[in-house]
C-alpha cells in the first residue's frame, strides 16, 4: 500500500508562516511527481504548487512568491514553505503523490492537514 503522512498545518496570525510536510511509505516505489492541493469549505479542491521528480515546480497564482514547495527523494518526502500567509490560504491541505509501483501508476493523496490564517 501506498500512505501519504502529511503534518505541519496549525492556527497563524495573516503574515505568518507554517512549513508542512508529507511523507510517502517505504513501498511507494518510483514517485514523479508530488504536489500540494489545497480546499475549503463548499470549494473546490485547488492546486497549490507541483514538484517533479527532476525539481522543477509550478505554482497556482495566488501563492507565488510566498509558497515553495520541495521535496527530498531520499525521504520519500515533500515540503511546503508558506509565507505571509493570508486568511484566504485557510484551507484544508493535501499531498499527492504520483508514481509506480509494481510496473503500475497510482496516484494517492494523504489525510489533510488543516491550516487556519486568523487575520
Known amino acids: 500500500q501506498v500512505q501519504l503522512v502529511e503534518s505541519g498545518g496549525g492556527l497563524v496570525q495573516a503574515g505568518g508562516s507554517l512549513r508542512l510536510s508529507c511523507t510517502a511509505s517505504r513501498s511507494s516505489g518510483s514517485i514523479n511527481d508530488m504536489g500540494w492541493y489545497r480546499q475549503a469549505p463548499g470549494k473546490q479542491r485547488e492546486l497549490v504548487a507541483t514538484?517533479?521528480?527532476?525539481?522543477?515546480?509550478n505554482y497556482a497564482d495566488s501563492v507565488k512568491g510566498r509558497f515553495t514547495i520541495s521535496r527530498d527523494n531520499a525521504k520519500n518526502a515533500v515540503y511546503l514553505q508558506m509565507n505571509s500567509l493570508k486568511p484566504e490560504d485557510t484551507a484544508v491541505y493535501y499531498c499527492?503523490?504520483?508514481?509506480?509501483?509494481?510496473?503500475?501508476?497510482?496516484?494517492?493523496w494523504g489525510q489533510g492537514t488543516q491550516v487556519t490564517v486568523s487575520s
Open positions: 514538484i517533479a521528480s527532476g525539481g522543477s515546480t
Open positions: 499527492n503523490a504520483d508514481g509506480r509501483r509494481a510496473g503500475l501508476g497510482y496516484s494517492t
